[in-house]
Protein backbone atom coordinates (compact mmCIF):
# COMPACT_ATOMS: atom_id res chain seq x y z
CA UNK A 1 0.00 0.00 0.00
CA UNK A 2 1.52 3.30 -0.88
CA UNK A 3 1.62 5.81 1.74
CA UNK A 4 1.79 9.47 1.48
CA UNK A 5 4.63 11.75 2.00
CA UNK A 6 3.29 13.19 5.51
CA UNK A 7 2.81 9.78 6.70
CA UNK A 8 6.34 9.34 6.22
CA UNK A 9 7.57 12.63 7.91
CA UNK A 10 5.48 11.22 11.02
CA UNK A 11 7.06 7.29 10.69
CA UNK A 12 10.66 9.25 10.61
CA UNK A 13 9.82 11.71 13.09
CA UNK A 14 8.74 9.02 15.04
CA UNK A 15 11.95 6.84 14.96
CA UNK A 16 14.07 9.62 15.10
CA UNK A 17 12.39 10.17 18.87
CA UNK A 18 10.85 7.00 20.07
CA UNK A 19 13.71 4.75 19.41
CA UNK A 20 16.21 6.99 21.28
CA UNK A 21 14.06 7.29 23.73
CA UNK A 22 13.36 3.00 23.92
CA UNK A 23 17.36 2.66 23.75
CA UNK A 24 18.34 5.39 26.89
CA UNK A 25 15.87 4.10 28.52
CA UNK A 26 16.62 0.73 28.81
CA UNK A 27 19.50 -0.55 31.92
CA UNK A 28 22.11 -3.09 30.60
CA UNK A 29 21.14 -6.58 32.02
CA UNK A 30 23.69 -8.33 35.08
CA UNK A 31 26.24 -10.36 33.95
CA UNK A 32 25.68 -13.65 33.07
CA UNK A 33 27.81 -16.58 32.94
CA UNK A 34 27.27 -19.80 30.54
CA UNK A 35 28.85 -23.00 29.39
CA UNK A 36 28.14 -24.29 25.79
CA UNK A 37 29.03 -27.23 24.04
CA UNK A 38 30.88 -25.89 20.29
CA UNK A 39 28.32 -27.27 17.78
CA UNK A 40 28.38 -24.71 15.38
CA UNK A 41 30.81 -21.98 14.40
CA UNK A 42 27.76 -19.25 15.07
CA UNK A 43 26.07 -20.15 18.47
CA UNK A 44 22.92 -17.78 19.60
CA UNK A 45 23.64 -16.88 23.06
CA UNK A 46 20.33 -14.93 24.11
CA UNK A 47 17.31 -13.37 23.06
CA UNK A 48 18.62 -9.96 22.98
CA UNK A 49 21.17 -8.41 21.72
CA UNK A 50 24.83 -8.48 23.38
CA UNK A 51 27.23 -5.93 25.02
CA UNK A 52 30.11 -6.14 22.91
CA UNK A 53 32.30 -4.78 25.37
CA UNK A 54 31.32 -7.16 28.22
CA UNK A 55 31.50 -10.33 26.32
CA UNK A 56 34.71 -12.90 27.11
CA UNK A 57 35.16 -16.03 25.53
CA UNK A 58 37.19 -18.63 27.53
CA UNK A 59 37.79 -22.70 27.28
CA UNK A 60 37.17 -24.33 30.57
CA UNK A 61 41.10 -24.02 31.32
CA UNK A 62 40.93 -20.23 31.26
CA UNK A 63 42.48 -19.68 28.08
CA UNK A 64 41.04 -16.93 25.65
CA UNK A 65 39.03 -17.78 22.59
CA UNK A 66 38.76 -15.00 19.78
CA UNK A 67 35.32 -14.44 18.20
CA UNK A 68 33.13 -11.97 16.63
CA UNK A 69 29.75 -10.48 17.47
CA UNK A 70 26.78 -10.37 15.16
CA UNK A 71 23.74 -9.03 17.35
CA UNK A 72 23.24 -11.96 19.86
CA UNK A 73 25.04 -14.44 18.32
CA UNK A 74 28.77 -15.65 18.63
CA UNK A 75 30.72 -16.23 15.72
CA UNK A 76 34.28 -18.27 15.75
CA UNK A 77 36.35 -18.68 12.46
CA UNK A 78 36.95 -22.13 10.39
CA UNK A 79 39.98 -22.62 12.99
CA UNK A 80 38.93 -21.68 15.98
CA UNK A 81 35.72 -23.40 15.22
CA UNK A 82 37.48 -27.04 14.20
CA UNK A 83 39.70 -26.48 16.87
CA UNK A 84 36.58 -26.20 19.97
CA UNK A 85 34.22 -28.15 18.29
CA UNK A 86 32.30 -30.59 20.70
CA UNK A 87 34.37 -29.05 23.36
CA UNK A 88 32.76 -27.10 26.06
CA UNK A 89 33.59 -23.38 26.75
CA UNK A 90 32.35 -20.67 28.88
CA UNK A 91 30.73 -17.52 28.05
CA UNK A 92 29.98 -14.00 30.31
CA UNK A 93 28.11 -11.43 28.45
CA UNK A 94 25.61 -8.64 29.39
CA UNK A 95 22.79 -7.76 27.24
CA UNK A 96 21.14 -4.56 25.82
CA UNK A 97 17.80 -5.41 27.34
CA UNK A 98 16.43 -5.67 23.86
CA UNK A 99 17.24 -7.11 20.04
CA UNK A 100 18.16 -4.33 17.91
CA UNK A 101 17.63 -6.83 15.18
CA UNK A 102 13.86 -7.23 16.00
CA UNK A 103 11.51 -5.36 13.22
CA UNK A 104 9.38 -2.44 14.82
CA UNK A 105 5.92 -1.79 13.32
CA UNK A 106 4.23 1.51 13.90
CA UNK A 107 2.22 1.58 11.53
CA UNK A 108 0.36 -1.29 9.70
CA UNK A 109 -1.08 -0.40 6.73
CA UNK A 110 -2.66 -3.32 5.33
CA UNK A 111 -5.54 -2.57 8.16
CA UNK A 112 -6.71 0.72 6.82
CA UNK A 113 -9.84 0.39 5.07
CA UNK A 114 -10.31 1.88 1.59
CA UNK A 115 -11.62 4.48 2.46
CA UNK A 116 -9.01 6.10 4.36
CA UNK A 117 -6.26 5.26 2.02
CA UNK A 118 -3.53 8.16 1.84
CA UNK A 119 -3.36 9.91 -1.40
CA UNK A 120 -0.30 10.46 -3.11
CA UNK A 121 1.23 13.98 -3.13
CA UNK A 122 3.55 15.67 -5.71
CA UNK A 123 6.91 16.78 -4.23
CA UNK A 124 10.27 18.36 -5.20
CA UNK A 125 13.13 15.96 -5.86
CA UNK A 126 16.78 17.14 -4.91
CA UNK A 127 19.83 15.16 -5.50
CA UNK A 128 22.42 15.99 -2.47
CA UNK A 129 25.25 17.09 -3.32
CA UNK A 130 28.51 15.05 -2.50
CA UNK A 131 30.27 17.81 -0.62
CA UNK A 132 32.29 16.45 1.91
CA UNK A 133 33.15 17.28 5.55
CA UNK A 134 36.37 17.45 7.02
CA UNK A 135 34.93 15.99 10.35
CA UNK A 136 31.27 14.45 10.15
CA UNK A 137 30.22 13.92 13.66
CA UNK A 138 26.64 12.58 13.43
CA UNK A 139 27.75 9.14 15.00
CA UNK A 140 28.91 10.44 17.78
CA UNK A 141 27.55 9.89 21.19
CA UNK A 142 27.80 11.85 24.02
CA UNK A 143 26.55 12.43 27.51
CA UNK A 144 27.48 14.26 30.66
CA UNK A 145 26.52 17.78 32.21
CA UNK A 146 27.50 21.19 32.54
CA UNK A 147 26.65 23.95 35.10
CA UNK A 148 27.05 27.46 36.22
CA UNK A 149 26.21 28.48 39.83
CA UNK A 150 27.00 31.57 41.91
CA UNK A 151 27.76 31.20 46.02
CA UNK A 152 27.24 34.20 48.76
CA UNK A 153 27.32 34.33 52.53
CA UNK A 154 27.57 36.70 55.32
CA UNK A 155 31.79 35.77 55.18
CA UNK A 156 32.70 36.09 51.80
CA UNK A 157 32.22 37.68 48.52
CA UNK A 158 29.80 37.02 45.45
CA UNK A 159 31.69 33.48 43.42
CA UNK A 160 31.03 31.97 40.18
CA UNK A 161 31.26 27.91 40.34
CA UNK A 162 31.31 25.85 37.44
CA UNK A 163 31.02 21.95 36.63
CA UNK A 164 31.57 20.33 33.78
CA UNK A 165 31.54 16.59 32.90
CA UNK A 166 31.36 14.81 29.77
CA UNK A 167 31.56 11.50 28.17
CA UNK A 168 31.68 10.45 24.49
CA UNK A 169 32.33 8.37 22.39
CA UNK A 170 31.77 7.52 18.34
CA UNK A 171 33.19 8.60 14.90
CA UNK A 172 34.37 11.70 13.67
CA UNK A 173 34.55 10.37 9.87
CA UNK A 174 36.76 9.60 7.78
CA UNK A 175 37.97 6.68 9.92
CA UNK A 176 38.34 9.07 13.00
CA UNK A 177 37.17 7.42 16.29
CA UNK A 178 37.21 9.44 19.72
CA UNK A 179 36.51 7.84 23.10
CA UNK A 180 37.09 10.69 25.48
CA UNK A 181 36.07 11.08 29.82
CA UNK A 182 36.42 14.64 30.06
CA UNK A 183 35.92 16.87 32.95
CA UNK A 184 37.39 20.60 35.12
CA UNK A 185 36.92 19.25 38.58
CA UNK A 186 40.00 17.44 40.02
CA UNK A 187 38.11 15.15 42.77
CA UNK A 188 40.04 14.63 45.85
CA UNK A 189 38.80 11.25 46.37
CA UNK A 190 39.94 7.53 45.07
CA UNK A 191 37.80 4.00 44.91
CA UNK A 192 36.84 2.12 48.04
CA UNK A 193 39.31 -1.12 48.21
CA UNK A 194 36.61 -3.34 49.29
CA UNK A 195 35.51 -4.51 46.12
CA UNK A 196 36.84 -6.71 43.19
CA UNK A 197 36.79 -4.61 40.21
CA UNK A 198 37.58 -0.42 40.66
CA UNK A 199 35.31 2.75 39.46
CA UNK A 200 37.80 5.10 38.67
CA UNK A 201 36.33 8.56 39.10
CA UNK A 202 39.53 10.73 38.48
CA UNK A 203 40.47 9.12 35.06
CA UNK A 204 40.56 12.00 32.88
CA UNK A 205 41.38 11.31 29.22
CA UNK A 206 40.71 11.40 25.21
CA UNK A 207 41.71 8.58 23.33
CA UNK A 208 41.87 9.35 19.27
CA UNK A 209 42.17 6.17 16.92
CA UNK A 210 42.42 5.92 13.26
CA UNK A 211 42.96 2.28 11.23
CA UNK A 212 45.99 0.87 13.11
CA UNK A 213 47.28 3.71 15.31
CA UNK A 214 46.20 4.73 18.76
CA UNK A 215 47.04 8.35 20.30
CA UNK A 216 45.81 8.66 24.00
CA UNK A 217 46.28 11.76 26.13
CA UNK A 218 45.47 11.82 30.04
CA UNK A 219 45.02 9.47 32.43
CA UNK A 220 46.13 5.82 31.27
CA UNK A 221 48.10 2.47 32.09
CA UNK A 222 50.97 1.45 31.12
CA UNK A 223 51.38 -2.07 31.74
CA UNK A 224 54.38 -4.60 31.38
CA UNK A 225 55.39 -5.75 27.67
CA UNK A 226 55.71 -9.31 26.45
CA UNK A 227 59.36 -9.08 28.57
CA UNK A 228 61.15 -11.57 30.60
CA UNK A 229 63.00 -9.02 32.54
CA UNK A 230 61.25 -5.97 32.17
CA UNK A 231 57.97 -5.86 34.50
CA UNK A 232 56.14 -2.75 35.39
CA UNK A 233 52.44 -1.87 36.17
CA UNK A 234 52.29 2.10 36.36
CA UNK A 235 49.28 4.88 36.17
CA UNK A 236 50.53 8.07 34.34
CA UNK A 237 49.08 11.42 33.37
CA UNK A 238 50.33 11.89 29.74
CA UNK A 239 50.54 10.91 25.83
CA UNK A 240 51.09 7.30 24.97
CA UNK A 241 50.90 6.26 21.02
CA UNK A 242 50.63 2.89 19.36
CA UNK A 243 50.57 1.47 15.84
CA UNK A 244 50.99 -1.90 14.08
CA UNK A 245 51.58 -2.64 10.77
CA UNK A 246 53.32 -4.83 8.21
CA UNK A 247 56.80 -3.74 7.55
CA UNK A 248 57.17 -7.03 4.78
CA UNK A 249 54.85 -10.20 4.05
CA UNK A 250 54.31 -12.57 6.92
CA UNK A 251 55.54 -9.96 9.37
CA UNK A 252 53.82 -7.89 11.93
CA UNK A 253 55.21 -5.03 13.63
CA UNK A 254 53.62 -2.71 16.42
CA UNK A 255 55.21 -0.15 18.30
CA UNK A 256 54.40 1.59 20.83
CA UNK A 257 56.01 5.05 22.97
CA UNK A 258 54.78 6.90 26.41
CA UNK A 259 55.73 9.84 28.23
CA UNK A 260 54.34 10.81 31.17
CA UNK A 261 54.47 12.35 34.60
CA UNK A 262 54.20 9.12 37.09
CA UNK A 263 51.58 9.95 39.68
CA UNK A 264 53.20 7.38 42.15
CA UNK A 265 56.57 5.40 43.00
CA UNK A 266 56.81 2.08 43.16
CA UNK A 267 57.88 0.00 46.97
CA UNK A 268 57.58 -3.18 47.85
CA UNK A 269 56.77 -4.42 51.74
CA UNK A 270 57.32 -7.05 54.11
CA UNK A 271 54.33 -7.03 56.20
CA UNK A 272 55.52 -7.85 59.66
CA UNK A 273 52.11 -9.38 61.07
CA UNK A 274 50.83 -10.83 64.46
CA UNK A 275 48.87 -14.44 64.94
CA UNK A 276 45.49 -13.86 64.95
CA UNK A 277 45.65 -10.15 64.14
CA UNK A 278 43.63 -9.67 60.86
CA UNK A 279 44.78 -5.93 60.81
CA UNK A 280 44.67 -3.47 59.97
CA UNK A 281 48.58 -2.93 58.87
CA UNK A 282 50.12 0.17 57.87
CA UNK A 283 51.75 0.45 54.63
CA UNK A 284 55.14 2.70 54.57
CA UNK A 285 57.29 3.70 51.62
CA UNK A 286 60.91 2.50 51.10
CA UNK A 287 62.45 5.54 52.95
CA UNK A 288 60.35 5.15 55.92
CA UNK A 289 57.32 7.50 54.90
CA UNK A 290 54.71 6.59 57.53
CA UNK A 291 52.09 8.86 55.93
CA UNK A 292 51.44 8.01 52.05
CA UNK A 293 48.24 7.50 49.73
CA UNK A 294 48.45 4.51 48.21
CA UNK A 295 47.54 4.82 43.89
CA UNK A 296 43.58 2.93 44.11
CA UNK A 297 44.43 -0.73 41.90
CA UNK A 298 47.98 -0.75 41.55
CA UNK A 299 48.55 -3.17 45.05
CA UNK A 300 49.13 -6.63 44.84
CA UNK A 301 48.83 -8.75 47.70
CA UNK A 302 51.18 -12.47 47.95
CA UNK A 303 49.81 -14.26 50.97
CA UNK A 304 52.44 -17.66 51.69
CA UNK A 305 53.87 -16.92 47.47
CA UNK A 306 50.17 -16.86 46.55
CA UNK A 307 48.42 -13.80 44.87
CA UNK A 308 45.09 -13.28 46.59
CA UNK A 309 42.05 -11.09 45.27
CA UNK A 310 40.86 -7.96 47.26
CA UNK A 311 37.31 -7.70 48.32
CA UNK A 312 35.12 -8.83 51.14
CA UNK A 313 33.79 -11.67 50.05
CA UNK A 314 37.61 -12.56 48.70
CA UNK A 315 40.91 -12.29 50.93
CA UNK A 316 41.70 -8.46 51.79
CA UNK A 317 40.27 -5.07 51.82
CA UNK A 318 42.67 -1.81 51.30
CA UNK A 319 42.28 1.58 52.73
CA UNK A 320 44.39 3.41 49.95
CA UNK A 321 43.58 7.20 51.49
CA UNK A 322 45.17 5.56 55.23
CA UNK A 323 47.66 3.28 53.47
CA UNK A 324 45.93 -0.20 55.48
CA UNK A 325 45.59 -3.65 54.61
CA UNK A 326 43.02 -5.79 56.48
CA UNK A 327 42.70 -9.35 55.77
CA UNK A 328 39.38 -11.27 55.65
CA UNK A 329 38.32 -14.39 57.48
CA UNK A 330 39.34 -16.48 54.84
CA UNK A 331 43.04 -15.60 54.57
CA UNK A 332 43.95 -16.09 58.52
CA UNK A 333 46.94 -14.22 60.02
CA UNK A 334 49.16 -17.54 61.82
CA UNK A 335 52.42 -17.25 62.97
CA UNK A 336 54.28 -18.16 60.01
CA UNK A 337 52.03 -16.41 57.31
CA UNK A 338 54.16 -14.52 54.96
CA UNK A 339 52.48 -11.16 53.44
CA UNK A 340 54.13 -9.09 50.81
CA UNK A 341 52.80 -6.24 49.42
CA UNK A 342 53.96 -4.37 46.01
CA UNK A 343 52.30 -1.10 45.83
CA UNK A 344 52.66 2.41 44.50
CA UNK A 345 52.10 5.23 46.81
CA UNK A 346 51.82 9.52 45.91
CA UNK A 347 55.72 10.90 46.63
CA UNK A 348 55.31 14.91 45.74
CA UNK A 349 59.00 15.48 46.71
CA UNK A 350 59.99 15.71 43.15
CA UNK A 351 58.27 16.06 39.76
CA UNK A 352 58.62 12.36 38.27
CA UNK A 353 59.13 11.95 34.52
CA UNK A 354 58.73 8.27 32.69
CA UNK A 355 59.12 7.84 28.88
CA UNK A 356 59.12 4.27 27.24
CA UNK A 357 59.63 2.66 24.01
CA UNK A 358 58.11 -0.80 22.44
CA UNK A 359 58.88 -2.40 19.13
CA UNK A 360 58.05 -5.93 18.75
CA UNK A 361 58.08 -7.82 15.16
CA UNK A 362 56.92 -11.11 14.69
CA UNK A 363 56.99 -13.50 11.76
CA UNK A 364 55.85 -17.32 11.85
CA UNK A 365 58.11 -18.65 13.50
CA UNK A 366 59.88 -16.03 16.01
CA UNK A 367 59.96 -12.74 17.38
CA UNK A 368 62.11 -10.27 18.32
CA UNK A 369 61.39 -7.50 20.87
CA UNK A 370 63.39 -3.65 21.75
CA UNK A 371 61.96 -2.20 24.99
CA UNK A 372 63.09 0.94 26.95
CA UNK A 373 61.97 1.93 29.88
CA UNK A 374 63.47 5.50 31.61
CA UNK A 375 61.58 6.56 35.19
CA UNK A 376 63.80 9.99 36.98
CA UNK A 377 62.88 12.41 39.59
CA UNK A 378 64.02 16.19 38.46
CA UNK A 379 67.29 17.41 39.59
CA UNK A 380 66.19 20.96 39.36
CA UNK A 381 62.01 21.43 39.44
CA UNK A 382 61.06 19.97 42.48
CA UNK A 383 57.32 18.86 44.05
CA UNK A 384 56.57 19.85 47.42
CA UNK A 385 60.10 19.32 48.62
CA UNK A 386 61.88 22.82 49.08
CA UNK A 387 65.69 22.41 49.63
CA UNK A 388 68.37 24.89 50.25
CA UNK A 389 72.11 24.57 49.60
CA UNK A 390 72.46 23.02 52.58
CA UNK A 391 70.14 19.90 51.94
CA UNK A 392 71.69 19.81 48.45
CA UNK A 393 75.26 19.75 49.86
CA UNK A 394 74.14 16.90 52.36
CA UNK A 395 72.11 14.74 49.76
CA UNK A 396 75.43 15.24 47.33
CA UNK A 397 77.94 14.04 50.32
CA UNK A 398 75.58 11.67 52.05
CA UNK A 399 75.30 8.29 49.45
CA UNK A 400 72.40 6.59 49.37
CA UNK A 401 71.61 5.15 52.78
CA UNK A 402 68.43 2.87 53.53
CA UNK A 403 65.94 5.42 55.07
CA UNK A 404 67.23 8.22 53.06
CA UNK A 405 69.53 10.56 55.25
CA UNK A 406 68.51 13.81 57.32
CA UNK A 407 69.34 17.07 58.34
CA UNK A 408 68.54 18.51 61.77
CA UNK A 409 64.58 20.33 62.01
CA UNK A 410 65.70 23.22 64.56
CA UNK A 411 66.10 26.83 63.23
CA UNK A 412 67.53 29.77 65.29
CA UNK A 413 64.54 32.13 65.17
CA UNK A 414 65.52 35.99 65.39
CA UNK A 415 64.23 38.69 67.77
CA UNK A 416 61.53 39.95 65.25
CA UNK A 417 59.79 36.78 64.70
CA UNK A 418 58.93 36.15 67.92
CA UNK A 419 55.90 37.90 68.26
CA UNK A 420 54.35 36.35 65.42
CA UNK A 421 51.33 34.22 66.93
CA UNK A 422 51.72 31.46 64.84
CA UNK A 423 54.54 29.90 65.73
CA UNK A 424 55.98 27.51 68.54
CA UNK A 425 58.50 28.53 70.00
CA UNK A 426 61.32 26.74 72.11
CA UNK A 427 64.16 27.37 74.71
CA UNK A 428 67.01 25.11 74.12
CA UNK A 429 68.42 23.47 77.87
CA UNK A 430 71.39 21.54 78.79
CA UNK A 431 70.88 17.77 78.67
CA UNK A 432 72.11 16.04 81.72
CA UNK A 433 73.39 12.87 80.19
CA UNK A 434 75.22 14.67 77.40
CA UNK A 435 76.21 18.32 78.55
CA UNK A 436 77.44 18.83 74.66
CA UNK A 437 73.45 18.39 73.26
CA UNK A 438 70.93 20.31 74.16
CA UNK A 439 66.95 19.57 75.30
CA UNK A 440 64.17 21.68 73.26
CA UNK A 441 61.88 22.60 75.83
CA UNK A 442 58.26 24.80 74.68
CA UNK A 443 58.43 28.28 76.16
CA UNK A 444 55.52 31.27 75.55
CA UNK A 445 57.95 33.51 77.01
CA UNK A 446 59.55 35.78 73.84
CA UNK A 447 62.43 36.66 75.84
CA UNK A 448 63.54 33.26 76.13
CA UNK A 449 62.73 31.83 72.66
CA UNK A 450 65.30 30.85 71.00
CA UNK A 451 64.23 27.83 68.17
CA UNK A 452 61.57 27.30 66.30
CA UNK A 453 62.08 23.18 64.92
CA UNK A 454 60.24 20.87 62.87
CA UNK A 455 59.89 17.31 64.14
CA UNK A 456 59.84 13.93 62.41
CA UNK A 457 57.86 10.58 63.71
CA UNK A 458 60.27 8.30 63.46
CA UNK A 459 58.26 5.45 65.33
CA UNK A 460 58.12 4.10 68.73
CA UNK A 461 60.92 3.46 71.16
CA UNK A 462 62.93 5.65 68.10
CA UNK A 463 62.49 8.93 69.25
CA UNK A 464 63.03 11.02 72.20
CA UNK A 465 59.70 13.79 72.01
CA UNK A 466 56.10 12.95 72.46
CA UNK A 467 52.84 15.03 71.72
CA UNK A 468 51.87 17.24 74.74
CA UNK A 469 48.17 16.89 74.60
CA UNK A 470 47.82 18.94 77.69
CA UNK A 471 49.15 22.20 76.38
CA UNK A 472 46.38 24.19 74.43
CA UNK A 473 47.89 26.06 71.04
CA UNK A 474 47.63 26.59 68.05
CA UNK A 475 49.95 23.55 66.48
CA UNK A 476 51.38 20.69 68.10
CA UNK A 477 54.03 20.87 71.07
CA UNK A 478 56.36 18.50 71.84
CA UNK A 479 57.93 17.30 74.91
CA UNK A 480 61.07 15.76 75.69
CA UNK A 481 60.52 12.32 77.33
CA UNK A 482 64.30 10.50 77.63
CA UNK A 483 66.07 9.21 75.14
CA UNK A 484 64.55 6.46 72.93
CA UNK A 485 61.44 7.00 74.98
CA UNK A 486 59.53 8.58 72.36
CA UNK A 487 58.04 8.90 69.22
CA UNK A 488 59.27 11.98 67.19
CA UNK A 489 63.02 13.69 66.45
CA UNK A 490 63.35 17.07 65.40
CA UNK A 491 65.21 16.25 62.12
CA UNK A 492 64.01 16.62 58.76
CA UNK A 493 63.97 13.85 56.34
CA UNK A 494 65.76 14.48 52.95
CA UNK A 495 64.71 11.96 49.99
CA UNK A 496 67.11 11.76 47.05
CA UNK A 497 66.15 12.14 43.86
CA UNK A 498 66.31 8.56 42.06
CA UNK A 499 66.26 7.31 38.32
CA UNK A 500 65.51 3.69 37.18
CA UNK A 501 66.53 2.59 33.30
CA UNK A 502 65.65 -0.68 31.96
CA UNK A 503 66.78 -1.75 28.48
CA UNK A 504 66.04 -5.35 26.88
CA UNK A 505 66.66 -7.10 23.51
CA UNK A 506 64.99 -10.51 23.27
CA UNK A 507 63.45 -12.95 20.92
CA UNK A 508 62.34 -16.56 20.09
CA UNK A 509 62.14 -18.97 17.53
CA UNK A 510 59.71 -21.85 17.33
CA UNK A 511 61.30 -25.18 16.16
CA UNK A 512 58.40 -27.32 16.57
CA UNK A 513 55.16 -26.83 18.35
CA UNK A 514 56.19 -28.00 21.80
CA UNK A 515 60.09 -26.44 21.70
CA UNK A 516 60.74 -23.23 21.60
CA UNK A 517 64.16 -20.80 21.81
CA UNK A 518 64.09 -18.04 23.76
CA UNK A 519 66.37 -15.06 24.66
CA UNK A 520 66.98 -11.82 26.18
CA UNK A 521 69.49 -9.56 26.84
Known amino acids: MRISNIAKLVIIFGMFFIIPAVHYGQQPAPLRNVVVNVDSCTIMIDKNTLLPSSVKVTSMNGDLIPFSISNNSIIFDADVCSRSRNKSIRIQYRTFGFDIGKPIMFLDTTMLPSEKRPLLLKYDYTVK ?53 ITDESLPIQAEGNTQQLQEFDKVFIQVSKNQTTLTAGDYILARPESHFMNYFKKLKGLSASTTFKPNEGIDAATQGSFAISNGKFARQFLVTNEGNQGPYRLVGPNGERFIIVLAGTEKVFFNGKLVKRGYDFDYVIDYNRAEVTFSPTRVIARDSRVIVEFEYTDISYLRSLYAADATFKGEKWQLGFHFYNEQDSKNGT ?104 TYLPIIQLIPPEKKQLITLGGKYQLSKSTNIRGEI
Open 129 to 181: SDDSKLIDAEALNYRGSFSRGISIGNSQNLAVNSNFDMQLIGDLGNGLKVVAA
Open 383 to 486: GDLQLDTSDIRILTEGGEPIGGVTRSGIRSIALSQRDETNLILYKGIPNPIDPSTFILLFTTNIDSAQYTAIFTDVGSGRGDYIIDNNLAKNGRVYRYVGKGLG
